[in-house]
């Protein structure tokens, strides 16, 4: 079992950015994807970005493609989400995981398919 521990989240302003980090204990499964998602109070989970430690692709959901960026550090077995021109939509508490498919629906089913997650992150954007 590998400890998934998120940081970096807070408050900003609109069109403001953030990074948020994901540090895990030890090696996952390079050939497996880790990835962003976020979630809403009454809402589901979605996937917001994803990529395979061991390559060099990378994916992302409509609603964020363009403004955040997600990497690896394979040194500090982190992984990162810049998150900039940020939008009260963006409001959330977003989640580190591992092990899952890199692509997917950005909706349930890939939400599902994926099986360690950390504890999350809050990230509020103001108007």
């Known amino acids: 079992q590998v400890d998934l521990v998120e940081s970096g989240g807070g408050s900003v302003q609109a069109g403001g950015s953030l990074r948020l980090s994901c540090v895990a204990s030890?090696?996952?499964?390079?050939?497996?994807?880790m990835g962003w998602f976020r979630q809403t109070l009454g809402n589901e989970r979605e996937g917001v970005a994803t990529?395979?430690?061991?390559?060099?692709?990378?994916y992302y959901s409509p609603s964020v493609k363009g403004r955040f960026t997600i990497s690896w550090d394979n040194t500090e077995r982190t992984l990162y989400l810049q998150m900039d021109d940020l939008k009260p939509e963006d409001t959330a508490t977003y989640y580190c995981?591992?092990?899952?498919?890199?692509?997917?629906?950005?909706?349930?089913?890939?939400?599902?398919?994926?099986?360690?997650w950390g504890q999350g992150t809050g990230v509020s954007v103001s108007a």
């Open positions: 030890s090696a996952t499964d390079s050939r497996a994807c």
């Open positions: 990529l395979r430690p061991s390559g060099t692709s990378t």
């Open positions: 995981a591992a092990v899952g498919p890199c692509l997917g629906n950005w909706g349930r089913e890939h939400v599902r398919l994926f099986s360690m």
